[in-house]
Nanobody
Framework: VQLQASGGGLVQPGGSLRLSCVAS????????LGWFRQVPGKEREGVSY????????TYAASVKGRFTISRDNAKNSVYLQMNSLKPEDTAIYSC?????????????????????WGQGTQVTVSS
């Protein structure tokens, strides 16, 4: 069971990146999925969530309107499209999969609510 995240890099403020997360060893279609980010010295922060039930999505207030989470069950993948990036978006981004029931609508959940994690990909927003 593995999640492999990719797509991070260095981008200028206002730029865009698309993160990808591919699952192996299990079928993502049966899971709810989340993206989290973390900077050194701070707690891991939930960025976005997509339900494994009805496909509803949730975003942190800091990224709403700029980031879009999506999934492609045929490719066993989840994505995070990040537009209008800001320096404060700089972090290590990780994908996560939740095997339990979908979270209540409007919530991303704590890291402990997720069962499987990818290794993270670095996103740096700087001029």
């Amino acid at each position: 069971v593995q999640l492999q995240a990719s797509g991070g890099g260095l981008v200028q403020p206002g730029g865009s990146l698309r993160l990808s997360c591919v699952a192996s060893g299990f079928t993502l279609a049966y899971y709810s999925l989340g993206w989290f980010r973390q900077v050194p010295g701070k707690e891991r922060e939930g960025v976005s969530y997509i339900s494994g039930g009805d496909g509803s999505t949730t975003y942190a207030a800091s990224v709403k309107g700029r980031f879009t989470i999506s999934r492609d069950n045929a490719k066993n993948s989840v994505y995070l499209q990040m537009n209008s990036l800001k320096p404060e978006d700089t972090a290590i981004y990780s994908c996560a999969a939740r095997a339990g029931p979908p979270l209540p609508r409007g919530t991303i959940g704590r890291p402990s609510a997720y069962d499987y994690w990818g290794q993270g990909t670095q996103v740096t927003v700087s001029s």
